[in-house]
């Protein structure tokens, strides 16, 4: 790994193969995966070396079997401090609605659905795995200004704490989230939904430590989780509706914990405990398209989804490495149109029904319409006496939907 920092003369361009715009969790992924391919990587960075992306904070997440799996082939899950905690069962209800739905992955013949992650040690286990790699020079902090296409290269320009740069590629990658100047950059426009929640994400002990169940409860205002962590502790993520966002924010800790235990009940037992809070706005976004020339977004540059379900990174990553799959069969031009195509289609089926049900299943648990009450539990009754429509289901909750990139398979 080399670090860059800005001295080039005045006026110089830089090449490299590939620039990656945006260091979070898809965006240093992605630089690990393209390794293999020994191409020259740029990876630009908003942090200044020694820090961490905001995303790497207290907040869980919810790791899909296969992204595990991708993720101990690209050497970086051996780097955790401490190993996620194991998801091995599902339970999902809905507040005031009757059936519920319990999954157990020994029923599909596996361990567990997928681990729970602390995102600040995944992120100390990307940087330890980034300072591995030969083939990745570091700009940071680096600040993207915008991007031009001329005869089959891309030109990249950016700032940094002294001074400006160019950088020349064969493709640039959007990875530089929700807001993404690179989609800006390249004139792809985007459709956004808000969903009028707040997301407060915490860590909580309860009088039941966590057994490797992972508990989703839906109310009319949002859903509530309770992921089992390796510290035998819940990571909790609660909706509220906005407009009493800031009211919830104020309750000092007993008061939360008593606004939780309500909204959630005792499945846990009594909760004792809360650590500090962040909250976070509930939104999604969908780029109308995957690509432009010699440019591709990946993660929540591509689409951003409502929490529920935790499928946003697990989407995010698949997009990497379909990405890092196509450009190792064809390196000798990383940013040839037939391989974007490619990408995109291939990116499609995934894409498309991972959205569709994260969005509709953010809208269907918190419409508080008359006739969804009884629908829903009709619903989650029907569910729990299907095997083939849980199978389905658990499928897709472990990452193995679409055309799924070969390093999610099992080892």
Known sequence: MTAAPFDARKGA???????????GLVGAS???????????????????????????????????????????????????????????????????????VKFDASAYGRDAFGQVVIARDFGEALEARLRDLAHVTRYRPARFTGADVDDGTVRVRLVGDIGGRT???????????????????????????????????????????????????FGAHGPIALLPRADRHFGVVVGVADEEADRVAALDDAAFLAYLQQAFGWRAGRLQSVGPRSRYQAASLRALN????????????????????????????????????LIQERADD?????????????????????????????RATANQALLMRPLRSL??????ASPSLQSALAGGAMGYRGNVPALCRDP
């Open 13 to 23: 361009v830089v090449h490299h193969d590939v620039v990656i715009v945006g260091g």
């Open 30 to 100: 992605l630089a690990i995966a393209l390794e293999a391919t020994g191409l020259d990587v740029a990876l630009l960075e908003a942090t200044a070396a020694g820090s961490l992306p905001a995303v790497f904070d207290e907040r869980n997440l919810s790791f899909a079997d296969a992204t595990v799996n991708a993720l101990t082939a690209l050497g970086v899950l051996q780097h955790l401090r401490t190993p996620g905690a194991p998801i091995r069962r599902i339970h999902v209800s809905r507040a005031g609605d009757f059936g519920r």
């Open 167 to 217: 950088l020349s590629a064969r493709l640039l990658v959007g990875a530089d989230g929700t807001r993404s100047q690179v989609r800006e950059a390249i004139h792809i426009q985007a459709d956004e939904h808000a969903y009028g929640q707040t997301l407060f994400v915490a860590r909580v002990a309860a009088e039941r430590a966590p057994d490797g169940t992972a508990f989703e409860r």
């Open 290 to 325: 995957l690509v432009a020339d010699r440019s591709v977004l990946v993660g929540n540059a591509a689409q951003t989804l409502h929490p529920v379900g935790a499928q946003g990174f697990n989407l995010g990553l698949r997009d990497a490495l379909t990405l890092a799959e």
């Open 334 to 362: 990383p940013g040839a149109p037939d391989l974007l195509s490619a990408y995109a289609q291939r990116r499609s089926d995934d894409r498309e029904r991972t959205l569709a049900f994260s969005d509709g299943l953010a």
């Open 379 to 384: 619903g989650l009754l029907a569910l729990d």
